[in-house]
């Protein structure tokens, strides 16, 4: 199916999701081993300490991060409708990843640890009356940052730029992709509402963490990954890619126009040049106007006269 007639939509994500359920599966179960590895370790530390820190938790974000990005990578070929191909392309998608992902989880820490502190402050001192509008400001940054991620992290994982330009891009995709990014934000809320439902349903915390283990070892991350870049990637391929394919291919074909203006020979080219100027003919297997073809001629001439009167 051409990528401009793609038809976008729930029929077309559940479609994907449902077609690759033994794969999502798994590769969600090679994600969730290295968090269960670092939670474990976590808990032991907090069970010799006496007491759970939640900053200290949360430094499991940054440490996953470089697994996030083979999920990422497999989100992305879902939505591209490539096979996936579990184990093989999860350490894909880390090897080629995993250095941007890890800083970029270690800014996501920081940034959320910021606003944590700034909420809590905001929370003591909410009699005062500016506090209002460093809330909101501080909300809109909050979400600011959390649309550029979603546009972030799927150019990183679907194509090649610097990280300068991924980072221009995901500016840029805020407000180009704000539909998508509003879509996501309300789907994975109400994935949050769905999941903590169901979660206190139960009075028993076994219970609760036993649900919650098998949820999240069966598809939640997996799934969450796949929203994010599955909405995302609709405005990244229209507004990014695409252009960026469209530039490389001219790169490409100026590179063999070149290379054959070092090849062609002047007989080559004095066939090719009788016939309308703004006509296109086949050099070399390169489509190049007629007057093009005129101009190549007669600079080889003139190379070919400087080299006859030396």
Avoid at 41 to 47: D, E, H, R, S, Y
Avoid at 215 to 242: E, G, R
Wanted: aromatic share 12%; net charge positive; proline share 3%.
């Amino acid at each position: 199916m051409a990528q401009g007639k793609r038809k976008y939509g729930l029929t077309d994500f559940l479609t994907s999701y449902m077609e690759n359920i033994g794969k999502i599966t798994l590769a969600n179960l090679f994600y969730c081993i290295p968090l269960v590895i670092f939670l474990g370790v976590a808990m032991l530390i907090f069970k010799f300490m006496g007491e759970m820190n939640p900053f200290a938790l949360s430094v499991i974000i940054p440490l996953m991060s470089p697994f996030l990005s083979g999920l990422m990578y497999i989100s992305r070929k879902l939505t591209v409708k490539k096979a996936v191909q579990p184990y093989k392309d999860f350490i894909r998608g880390i090897k080629e990843n995993w250095k941007f992902f890890t800083v970029n989880g270690i800014i996501s820490y920081i940034v959320a640890l910021g606003l944590y502190i700034a909420f809590a402050f905001f929370r003591e001192n909410l009699d005062k009356p500016y506090i209002i509008l460093f809330i909101v400001l501080s909300a809109l940054m909050g979400l600011f940052f959390l649309f550029m991620e979603f546009s972030l992290v799927t150019m990183a994982v679907s194509v090649e730029l610097k990280v300068s330009e991924l980072l221009k891009n995901s500016v840029m995709l805020v407000a180009g992709g704000i539909l998508q990014h509003l879509k996501t934000l309300v789907t994975l809320l109400f994935i949050i509402a769905v999941v903590t439902s169901v979660l206190l349903m139960s009075n028993n915390w076994i219970i609760f963490f036993i649900v919650l283990g098998v949820i999240t070892v069966l598809f939640l991350p997996v799934l969450v990954s796949y929203i994010c870049v599955y909405n995302a990637y609709q405005t990244v391929d229209k507004i990014v890619i695409q252009p960026y394919a469209e530039e490389r291919k001219k790169a490409q074909m100026k590179k063999e126009i070149a290379e054959n203006e070092k090849s062609v020979t002047i007989e080559e080219l004095e066939m090719l040049s009788k016939g309308d100027k703004e006509e296109y003919v086949s050099l070399r297997g390169s489509m190049v106007k007629r007057n093009t073809v005129i101009k190549m001629l007669e600079t080889k001439k003139k190379m070919q006269n400087d080299i006859d009167d030396i």
